[in-house]
Nanobody, 125 residues
Framework: VQLQACGGGLVQAGGSRRLSCAAS????????IGWFRQAPGKEREFVAA????????YYADSVKGRFTISRDNAKNTVYLQMNSLRPEDTAAYYC???????????????????WGQGTLVTVSS
């Protein structure tokens, strides 16, 4: 599967942004999708993940209550709605996918076989 992330850009603190991750492949609906981010000089960190049917969602504590992950399998797309953005949310955001991943391991980037290119989100104070 190939992933294409988009939607990044410059936003003021307190603002909102929606990222999209579009996937190719007929079996997209069977994949767990995760969002990760990497800020300059920092390690990659987990942001959110969604199960293949969308019934199970995980969030990092740092984004819980502000970010929402969702998916539209008919459109082969996963979304990350980001509200109340903070300067510390500034990072390159990556989506990742895997069909054999169980949700209990969805927070670990090592479990994903497929990665999209990053989309940069910059939050100004």
């Amino acid at each position: 599967v190939q992933l294409q992330a988009c939607g990044g850009g410059l936003v003021q603190a307190g603002g909102s942004r929606r990222l999209s991750c579009a996937a190719s492949g007929r079996t997209f609906s069977s994949y767990v999708i995760g969002w990760f981010r990497q800020a300059p000089g920092k390690e990659r960190e987990f942001v959110a993940a969604i199960s293949w049917r969308g019934g199970s969602k995980y969030y990092a504590d740092s984004v819980k209550g502000r970010f929402t992950i969702s998916r539209d399998n008919a459109k082969n797309t996963v979304y990350l709605q980001m509200n109340s953005l903070r300067p510390e949310d500034t990072a390159a955001y990556y989506c990742a996918a895997d069909s054999g991943l169980i949700m209990s391991r969805a927070t670990d980037g090592k479990g994903y076989r497929y990665w999209g290119q990053g989309t940069l989100v910059t939050v100004s104070s």
